[in-house]
Nanobody
Framework: QVDLVESGGGLVQTGGSLRLSCAAS????????MGWFRQAPGEEREFVAG????????YYADSVKGRFTISRVSAENTVYLQMDSLKPEDTAVYYC????????????????WGQGTQVTVSS
């Protein structure tokens, strides 16, 4: 059983930055793929970024490539999402999730989820 708690969301102006944190309780195995998803009102939940827990390989959606950076600190059992050059279209609830089966951009593949944190970017 792994519980995830996100933090770091808030209101920021266009061009600003936020850093989201996802703290995990319970063991995360090296084969686990940790992802950040987001969901805007009336929209599907979409993959934003992901990282292989063991080796640290990172993956990004095209919409955030070059602006967002995902990282993990194994000793802290925490995944981070640094978000720079934020745009109004980045406004959404951001969720952290884990997939024991490895890399996936499909939210249905994920085994455990956090409650989400709201990110609002004003124009």
């Amino acid at each position: 059983q792994v519980d995830l708690v996100e933090s770091g969301g808030g209101l920021v102006q266009t061009g600003g930055s936020l850093r989201l944190s996802c703290a995990a309780s319970g063991r995360i195995y090296s084969s686990t793929f940790m992802g950040w998803f987001r969901q805007a009102p009336g929209e599907e939940r979409e993959f934003v970024a992901g990282i292989r827990w063991g080796v640290g390989n990172t993956y990004y959606a095209d919409s955030v490539k070059g602006r967002f950076t995902i990282s993990r600190v194994s000793a802290e059992n925490t995944v981070y999402l640094q978000m720079d050059s934020l745009k109004p279209e980045d406004t959404a609830v951001y969720y952290c999730a884990g997939n024991r089966g490895g890399y996936s951009t499909t939210y249905a593949s994920y085994n455990f989820w956090g409650q989400g944190t709201q990110v609002t970017v004003s124009s």
